[in-house]
């Protein structure tokens, strides 16, 4: 598969020679060891770039089934060839839109078992870009489904990837619950454990996140997670879990209820690992550089910020002066401005990370504007 080379960025090829650190007159900029396009999204975006480059093809033909990735620049840059993005309702009406001798293109992250079935009615070509480690999540998890486990999915309800397990554990009849963060992993266990009563299930996990109507299904229970979580946290959600099943069911029979999948895929581990690296090494301050929809940046900020100040910006643009930075905040969630972000002393060590569907071009950018600094 021929890899993107127009997200390439000339700044990141030099930091890279240079061992991932740029020197500069009034202090460095340093990237870790693993950062940027993972192999799943480095493979779709091939794809979609060889769909629209296909000889006689017209890129107004292409229909994207939601975003390729999570990246609002990698989505844009396709619109403009002419790729018409579909947003989640128009998907749920695709008939409306696509015809026979259009292409759609499945992003990533894959679609519902029912968009599959729909588009195989319409009879278009598919370029299905679903990454490998999403794929063998769902077969794991439908495959614990099917041997009467519930599934315990540590994600986000509403994100991508998230909602199509759910719609793959449907189609095979099983039950699901998804939990997005430790509190939450603390009521399912304290339920589970009898310190919260059964009937409050559906009081505490509303639709979004479980098709079950009780506890029942989760008596045996299968835990997999988004595979853009942090690593650290789905350990700690299988040793709450561990915890609680010892309480309910006795420390020997509970382990023949539990199964543990650790599906957060190795790219995400990668980064986290690296980025945590980076950050104990005595930066001054963290630029975390990707789109705000995207999972595992939003890990990768929040893993930051337990070391040091961690900035998390879309672009170049963020960074509107060195006093004056638009960044996300996490308990708003949406941009702010902050002002006095940037430490007057030097030298100063800046580290910057960068997410899966974080194009090189933008990190590149990023640090061009950082290094405008310490000159
Ligand atoms: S982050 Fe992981 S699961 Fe997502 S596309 Fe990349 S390799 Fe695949």
């Not at 960074?319 to 940037?342: C, F, G, Q």
Request: negative net charge; aromatic residues 8%.
């Amino acid at each position: 598969m021929r890899q993107s080379t127009f997200f390439a960025s000339e700044t990141i090829d030099a930091v890279r020679a240079s061992g991932n650190v740029l020197r500069l007159p009034g202090g460095e900029i340093r990237l870790p060891t693993a950062f940027g396009f993972c192999r799943g999204v480095n493979r779709a975006l091939a794809m979609l770039e060889e769909a629209c480059a296909a000889r006689d093809a017209d890129p107004s033909s292409l229909f994207l089934l939601g975003q390729i990735i999570h990246n609002p620049w990698v989505n844009d840059y396709f619109a403009g060839l002419g790729v018409r993005i579909l947003n989640s309702d128009q998907v749920d009406n695709l008939e409306d839109f696509i015809t026979p001798a259009d292409r759609a293109v499945i992003p990533a992250f894959g679609v519902k078992v029912d968009t599959e079935q729909r588009l195989k009615k319409v009879g278009c070509e598919v370029i299905d870009t679903t990454c490998g480690d999403v794929r063998r999540l769902w077969l794991w998890a439908c495959r614990a489904a099917e041997n009467a486990f519930g599934v315990l999915i540590f994600g986000r309800s509403d994100h991508d990837e998230t909602v199509v397990t759910k719609s793959r554990l449907d189609a095979v009849g099983g039950k699901y619950l998804v939990v997005g963060d430790l509190i939450k992993t603390g009521q399912f266990a304290d339920m589970i454990a009898g310190d919260i009563p059964d009937e409050k299930f559906a009081e505490f996990f509303p639709p979004i996140c479980t098709n079950a109507e009780s506890l029942e299904p989760f008596g045996q229970l299968a835990q997999v997670s988004q595979t853009t979580m942090l690593y650290s946290d789905t350990v700690a959600v299988r040793e709450i879990l561990e915890g609680a099943f010892a309480v309910r069911f006795g420390a020997d029979l509970s382990a023949d209820r539990l199964l543990f999948e650790p599906t957060v895929c190795h790219a995400t581990q990668d980064h986290q690992t690296s980025a945590a690296e980076l950050c104990s090494s005595g930066c001054d301050l963290v630029m975390v550089v990707g789109g705000f929809g995207s999972s595992n940046t939003r890990h990768l900020h929040e893993l930051a910020r337990g070391y040091v100040p961690a900035f998390f910006i879309e672009n170049a643009d963020a960074i509107v002066s060195a006093d004056r930075v638009i960044a996300y905040d996490s308990n708003l969630d949406e941009p702010v401005a902050l002002d006095d972000w940037l430490p007057t002393r030097r030298p100063l060590s800046i580290g910057v990370l960068a997410g899966a569907s974080s194009p090189e071009i933008v990190v590149g950018q990023v640090i061009d504007r950082l290094a405008g600094f310490l000159r």
